[in-house]
T-cell receptor
Framework: AQSVTQLDSQVPVFEEAPVELRCNYS??????LFWYVQYPNQGLQLLLK??????LVKGINGFEAEFNKSQTSFHLRKPSVHISDTAEYFC????????????FGRGTSLIVHP | DAGVIQSPRHEVTEMGQEVTLRCKPI?????LFWYRQTMMRGLELLIY????????DSGMPEDRFSAKMPNASFSTLKIQPSEPRDSAVYFC????????????FGDGTRLSIL
């Protein structure tokens, strides 16, 4: 069975600074990887996904993530954050050929200060 | 294109009362999921359906919780009797078949049991 670890529960950063949110996973088979964002009082929305191919994946709102198989990581990055990026970010993994049910991490709260 | 629709958005009721949460998934999606989100436990999968059939309800906390999906466009999550510890945000999500398919979340029902 797969598992996901988001190493930071909270990441404070100043506006226009770069940010990286870390995600590590564990699985004995190939995986699909997702990042979701949750704004206050809303449901989760897909930011980006890695299915196969290029390990650098670009998503909405200027975010990107890199799949690193050897380190079993899928870190999310943005070169310059805005106040509006303040939200909760969830990493999720599902196994190729396995059940269709993804496992979600505990989430990382990104707090952007002016 | 309508997303996942949940109702009500907020529910406040007294302990012991029956609570019914409703969900309309995206048309054509084969999978429907019910989650509960709290600060203490994060995002928990309660139950999921495939083609209207409950597949795994191992996440349902107690017999007080029940879920149904009478047709492809409607599902309910019922709590009877409700208790203060059931207070949380409940999300419904739907997806197409395949582990490479992202989940689409509703905006949730914020439930407060007094």
């Amino acid at each position: 069975a797969q598992s996901v670890t988001q190493l930071d529960s909270q990441v404070p950063v100043f506006e226009e600074a770069p940010v990286e949110l870390r995600c590590n996973y564990s699985s004995s088979v190939s995986v699909y990887l997702f990042w979701y964002v949750q704004y206050p009082n809303q449901g989760l929305q897909l930011l980006l996904k890695y299915l196969s191919g290029s390990t650098l994946v670009k998503g909405i709102n200027g975010f990107e993530a890199e799949f690193n198989k050897s380190q079993t990581s899928f870190h999310l990055r943005k070169p310059s954050v805005h106040i509006s990026d303040t939200a909760e970010y969830f990493c999720a993994v599902s196994e190729v050929g396995g059940s269709y049910i993804p496992t979600f991490g505990r989430g990382t709260s990104l707090i952007v200060h002016p | 294109d309508a997303g996942v629709i949940q109702s009500p958005r907020h529910e406040v009721t007294e302990m012991g009362q029956e609570v019914t949460l409703r969900c309309k998934p995206i048309s054509g999606h084969d999978y429907l999921f019910w989650y509960r989100q709290t600060m203490m436990r994060g995002l928990e999968l309660l139950i999921y359906f495939n083609n209207n059939v409950p597949i795994d309800d191992s996440g349902m906390p107690e017999d007080r919780f029940s879920a149904k999906m009478p047709n492809a466009s409607f599902s309910t999550l019922k709590i009877q009797p409700s208790e203060p510890r059931d207070s949380a945000v409940y999300f419904c999500a739907s997806s197409s078949e395949g582990g490479n398919q992202p989940q689409h979340f509703g905006d949730g029902t914020r439930l407060s049991i007094l």
